[in-house]
Protein backbone atom coordinates (compact mmCIF):
# COMPACT_ATOMS: atom_id res chain seq x y z
CA UNK A 1 0.00 0.00 0.00
CA UNK A 2 0.74 3.69 0.40
CA UNK A 3 2.87 5.02 2.78
CA UNK A 4 5.32 8.20 3.34
CA UNK A 5 8.70 8.05 5.59
CA UNK A 6 9.60 10.96 7.57
CA UNK A 7 12.74 11.79 9.51
CA UNK A 8 11.92 10.75 13.73
CA UNK A 9 12.09 14.33 15.78
CA UNK A 10 12.40 15.83 17.54
CA UNK A 11 14.52 18.03 15.71
CA UNK A 12 16.25 21.33 17.46
CA UNK A 13 17.97 23.87 15.76
CA UNK A 14 19.09 27.28 16.58
CA UNK A 15 17.37 30.36 15.15
CA UNK A 16 18.68 31.18 11.92
CA UNK A 17 19.56 27.71 11.27
CA UNK A 18 19.20 25.75 7.82
CA UNK A 19 16.43 23.03 8.17
CA UNK A 20 15.79 19.97 6.33
CA UNK A 21 13.54 17.23 6.88
CA UNK A 22 13.18 14.85 4.46
CA UNK A 23 9.95 12.51 3.37
CA UNK A 24 10.38 9.72 1.16
CA UNK A 25 7.11 7.45 0.09
CA UNK A 26 5.80 4.72 -1.66
CA UNK A 27 2.96 4.53 -3.78
CA UNK A 28 0.77 2.84 -6.40
CA UNK A 29 -0.31 5.46 -8.24
CA UNK A 30 0.73 8.74 -9.70
CA UNK A 31 0.55 10.82 -6.05
CA UNK A 32 0.25 14.59 -5.36
CA UNK A 33 2.40 15.58 -2.41
CA UNK A 34 2.40 17.68 0.70
CA UNK A 35 4.01 19.20 3.65
CA UNK A 36 1.36 20.08 6.89
CA UNK A 37 2.21 21.84 10.06
CA UNK A 38 0.31 21.95 13.46
CA UNK A 39 1.39 24.11 15.78
CA UNK A 40 0.04 23.33 19.62
CA UNK A 41 -3.68 23.59 19.97
CA UNK A 42 -4.30 23.94 16.29
CA UNK A 43 -5.74 21.63 13.41
CA UNK A 44 -3.15 20.74 10.45
CA UNK A 45 -2.71 23.65 7.86
CA UNK A 46 -1.79 23.49 4.25
CA UNK A 47 1.89 24.46 4.03
CA UNK A 48 2.94 22.98 0.80
CA UNK A 49 2.14 21.06 -2.01
CA UNK A 50 3.07 19.88 -5.32
CA UNK A 51 1.23 17.52 -8.06
CA UNK A 52 3.56 16.26 -10.60
CA UNK A 53 7.14 15.65 -10.75
CA UNK A 54 10.31 17.96 -10.36
CA UNK A 55 7.04 20.73 -9.13
CA UNK A 56 8.59 23.15 -6.48
CA UNK A 57 5.98 23.88 -3.34
CA UNK A 58 6.87 26.63 -1.51
CA UNK A 59 5.59 29.03 1.14
CA UNK A 60 6.58 31.03 4.19
CA UNK A 61 10.26 30.88 3.12
CA UNK A 62 9.85 26.86 3.06
CA UNK A 63 10.42 24.84 0.13
CA UNK A 64 10.08 21.20 -1.48
CA UNK A 65 10.77 19.72 -4.59
CA UNK A 66 8.85 16.22 -6.06
CA UNK A 67 11.43 14.28 -6.97
CA UNK A 68 9.84 11.27 -9.06
CA UNK A 69 13.64 9.50 -8.96
CA UNK A 70 13.91 9.27 -5.42
CA UNK A 71 10.28 9.40 -4.74
CA UNK A 72 11.37 12.05 -1.88
CA UNK A 73 9.68 15.77 -0.68
CA UNK A 74 12.57 17.06 1.38
CA UNK A 75 10.86 19.90 3.27
CA UNK A 76 13.90 23.03 3.58
CA UNK A 77 13.90 26.55 4.72
CA UNK A 78 17.10 28.73 4.96
CA UNK A 79 16.95 30.46 7.53
CA UNK A 80 14.15 29.07 10.80
CA UNK A 81 12.71 31.40 13.32
CA UNK A 82 11.23 30.54 16.45
CA UNK A 83 8.24 30.85 15.33
CA UNK A 84 8.57 27.99 12.97
CA UNK A 85 8.50 25.87 16.10
CA UNK A 86 5.76 23.11 15.27
CA UNK A 87 4.72 19.23 14.47
CA UNK A 88 5.47 18.82 10.29
CA UNK A 89 3.75 15.65 8.41
CA UNK A 90 4.25 14.90 4.93
CA UNK A 91 1.71 13.48 3.20
CA UNK A 92 0.50 12.19 0.16
CA UNK A 93 -2.69 11.60 -1.97
CA UNK A 94 -3.67 9.66 -4.95
CA UNK A 95 -6.28 11.07 -6.88
CA UNK A 96 -8.66 14.52 -6.54
CA UNK A 97 -8.87 16.67 -3.61
CA UNK A 98 -12.10 14.25 -2.46
CA UNK A 99 -9.47 11.29 -1.53
CA UNK A 100 -7.91 10.72 1.67
CA UNK A 101 -4.16 11.48 3.07
CA UNK A 102 -1.86 9.36 3.72
CA UNK A 103 0.47 11.11 6.58
CA UNK A 104 3.69 10.34 7.56
CA UNK A 105 4.15 10.19 11.59
CA UNK A 106 5.12 13.93 11.61
CA UNK A 107 8.63 16.06 12.99
CA UNK A 108 8.24 17.71 15.93
CA UNK A 109 10.60 21.04 15.17
CA UNK A 110 12.21 22.76 18.12
CA UNK A 111 13.81 25.84 17.59
CA UNK A 112 15.80 27.85 20.05
CA UNK A 113 16.34 31.32 20.66
CA UNK B 1 -11.48 31.84 6.23
CA UNK B 2 -11.76 28.17 5.57
CA UNK B 3 -12.35 26.82 8.91
CA UNK B 4 -13.01 23.48 10.49
CA UNK B 5 -14.31 23.09 14.33
CA UNK B 6 -14.84 20.02 16.37
CA UNK B 7 -16.50 19.42 19.63
CA UNK B 8 -15.30 18.39 21.73
CA UNK B 9 -11.99 19.24 22.41
CA UNK B 10 -11.28 16.67 25.07
CA UNK B 11 -13.63 14.03 26.17
CA UNK B 12 -13.27 11.15 28.79
CA UNK B 13 -16.17 8.22 29.08
CA UNK B 14 -16.94 4.93 30.76
CA UNK B 15 -15.89 2.00 28.91
CA UNK B 16 -19.20 0.38 27.09
CA UNK B 17 -20.64 4.00 26.80
CA UNK B 18 -20.81 6.19 23.47
CA UNK B 19 -19.27 9.22 22.23
CA UNK B 20 -20.41 11.75 19.79
CA UNK B 21 -17.86 14.18 17.95
CA UNK B 22 -19.16 17.24 15.76
CA UNK B 23 -17.15 18.09 12.92
CA UNK B 24 -18.10 21.57 11.26
CA UNK B 25 -17.18 23.78 8.60
CA UNK B 26 -17.65 27.27 9.54
CA UNK B 27 -17.36 29.27 6.76
CA UNK B 28 -17.67 27.12 3.58
CA UNK B 29 -19.70 24.20 2.54
CA UNK B 30 -18.33 20.91 2.56
CA UNK B 31 -19.38 17.56 0.42
CA UNK B 32 -16.97 15.70 1.65
CA UNK B 33 -15.49 15.11 4.74
CA UNK B 34 -12.62 12.59 6.43
CA UNK B 35 -12.24 11.54 9.61
CA UNK B 36 -8.77 10.26 11.04
CA UNK B 37 -7.37 8.26 14.23
CA UNK B 38 -3.91 9.36 15.66
CA UNK B 39 -2.03 7.43 18.36
CA UNK B 40 0.80 8.39 20.19
CA UNK B 41 3.80 9.61 17.88
CA UNK B 42 2.45 7.99 15.03
CA UNK B 43 0.44 9.24 11.74
CA UNK B 44 -2.84 10.35 10.87
CA UNK B 45 -4.40 6.85 9.55
CA UNK B 46 -7.80 7.70 7.49
CA UNK B 47 -10.65 5.82 9.53
CA UNK B 48 -13.57 7.11 6.28
CA UNK B 49 -14.58 9.47 3.90
CA UNK B 50 -18.21 10.27 4.17
CA UNK B 51 -20.09 12.15 1.53
CA UNK B 52 -23.25 14.35 2.55
CA UNK B 53 -26.18 12.64 2.00
CA UNK B 54 -24.78 9.08 1.85
CA UNK B 55 -23.35 5.96 3.38
CA UNK B 56 -19.48 6.42 4.44
CA UNK B 57 -16.83 4.72 2.48
CA UNK B 58 -14.82 3.03 5.77
CA UNK B 59 -11.23 2.15 5.03
CA UNK B 60 -10.04 -1.66 5.34
CA UNK B 61 -9.84 -2.45 8.74
CA UNK B 62 -12.21 0.25 10.51
CA UNK B 63 -15.43 -1.43 12.12
CA UNK B 64 -18.22 0.62 10.53
CA UNK B 65 -20.56 -0.71 12.90
CA UNK B 66 -18.12 0.33 15.94
CA UNK B 67 -17.77 3.93 14.12
CA UNK B 68 -20.79 5.73 13.39
CA UNK B 69 -20.60 8.57 10.76
CA UNK B 70 -23.25 10.73 9.82
CA UNK B 71 -22.91 13.61 7.19
CA UNK B 72 -26.16 15.11 7.06
CA UNK B 73 -26.06 18.50 6.22
CA UNK B 74 -23.32 20.53 3.75
CA UNK B 75 -21.62 21.64 7.50
CA UNK B 76 -21.89 18.80 9.78
CA UNK B 77 -20.20 15.46 10.21
CA UNK B 78 -20.33 13.55 13.21
CA UNK B 79 -18.74 10.69 14.73
CA UNK B 80 -20.54 8.28 17.21
CA UNK B 81 -17.61 5.70 18.88
CA UNK B 82 -20.09 3.12 20.33
CA UNK B 83 -19.96 0.95 23.29
CA UNK B 84 -16.48 2.43 23.68
CA UNK B 85 -13.21 0.63 25.32
CA UNK B 86 -9.99 1.38 26.17
CA UNK B 87 -8.36 0.39 22.91
CA UNK B 88 -10.12 3.42 21.39
CA UNK B 89 -8.65 5.96 23.06
CA UNK B 90 -6.74 7.89 20.52
CA UNK B 91 -6.89 11.49 18.68
CA UNK B 92 -9.25 11.92 16.32
CA UNK B 93 -9.36 14.64 13.37
CA UNK B 94 -11.41 15.69 10.99
CA UNK B 95 -11.28 17.24 7.99
CA UNK B 96 -13.58 18.89 4.82
CA UNK B 97 -12.93 19.30 1.66
CA UNK B 98 -14.38 22.26 0.41
CA UNK B 99 -16.78 21.69 -2.71
CA UNK B 100 -15.81 25.14 -4.50
CA UNK B 101 -12.83 26.07 -3.80
CA UNK B 102 -8.85 25.01 -3.71
CA UNK B 103 -8.12 21.52 -4.02
CA UNK B 104 -7.32 21.37 -0.19
CA UNK B 105 -8.29 19.47 2.77
CA UNK B 106 -8.73 21.70 6.08
CA UNK B 107 -8.46 20.52 9.19
CA UNK B 108 -10.46 20.48 12.67
CA UNK B 109 -8.03 20.73 16.16
CA UNK B 110 -8.80 17.33 16.84
CA UNK B 111 -10.66 15.40 19.88
CA UNK B 112 -8.85 13.76 22.67
CA UNK B 113 -10.93 10.43 23.59
CA UNK B 114 -10.23 8.87 26.65
CA UNK B 115 -11.82 5.36 27.26
CA UNK B 116 -12.35 4.29 31.08
Given amino acids: GDSVTQM ?12 TINCTYTATGY ?13 LQLL ?12 KGFEATY ?6 FHLEKGSVQV ?31 | GAVVSQHPSW ?4 SGTSVKIECRSLDFQATTMFWYRQFPKQSLML ?6 GSKATYEQGVEKDKFL ?9 TLTVTSAHPEDSSFYICSAFRTLGPDTQYFGPGTRLTVL
Wanted: glycine share 10%; hydrophobic share 35%.
Fill in chain 1, 67 to 72: RKETTS
Fill in chain 1, 83 to 113: SDSAVYFCALRIGGGADGLTFGKGTHLIIQP
Fill in chain 1, 48 to 59: LKATKADDKGSN
Fill in chain 2, 47 to 52: MATSNE
Fill in chain 1, 31 to 43: PSLFWYVQYPGEG
Fill in chain 2, 11 to 14: VICK
Fill in chain 2, 69 to 77: INHASLTLS
Fill in chain 1, 8 to 19: EGPVTLSEEAFL
